[in-house]
């Protein structure tokens, strides 16, 4: 059974603040880890794919970094805004079996 | 271009019965994988179809079941419904195994009374 863990489960933050989240996985057999967003009442969005050790992506202000030696990856939100509320997952897909093992999430809330 | 349909969305049935869910990916889009969500619990795999094939199943008992039609189409049946069967499922599509992720639909949820 594959683990992926993301912590923390829950965060309330202040419009303006920045954030970040962790996503560990295990470290051997990767394949790719993929972030998604899930708004309320909407269906989960991809926002980025991740392949390679070492690989950063960027979307506006939401970025993330990606290191397969040690099995993790970071969320960040720069500047968050109300409209980040969501719970963002993250999901490892191993090289064997090519299908996703989701996190549990972490719930976002941004206060205006 | 449309997104990822699923119907029902809404679904009330009794303990016993057996339910079908029905996705239609986006078009081109081969590959369809389903996932099951229970209040306290992430999203878990249930199985994925690519050209009518599975290709991948979850742990879940053999009461679960789906298959993919010729235009990519996809259904899943749970026979013998339990209550434990209530959750939200979703299905998510790609043109191949999520290289540039999955596109999910708005789900079925399913009531077992």
Known sequence: ?????????????????????????????????????????????????????GDEKKKGRISATLNTKEGYSYLYIKGSQPEDSATYLCAFMHGSARQLTFGSGTQLTVLP | KAGVTQTPRYLIKTRGQQVTLSCSPISGHRS??????????????????????????????????????????????????????????????????????????SGTRLTVV
């Open chain 1, 1 to 53: 059974i594959l683990n992926v863990e993301q912590s923390p489960q829950s965060l309330h933050v202040q419009e303006g603040d920045s954030t970040n989240f962790t996503c560990s996985f295990p470290s051997s057999n990767f394949y790719a880890l993929h972030w998604y967003r899930w708004e309320t009442a909407k269906s989960p969005e991809a926002l980025f794919v991740m392949t390679l050790n």
């Open chain 2, 32 to 105: 369809v994988s389903w996932y099951q969500q229970t209040p306290g619990q992430g999203l878990q795999f249930l199985f994925e179809y690519f050209s009518e094939t599975q290709r991948n199943k979850g742990n879940f008992p053999g009461r679960f079941s789906g298959r993919q039609f010729s235009n990519s189409r996809s259904e899943m049946n749970v026979s013998t419904l339990e209550l434990g069967d209530s959750a939200l499922y979703l299905c998510a599509s790609s043109y191949k195994t999520g290289d540039y992720g999955y596109t999910f639909g």
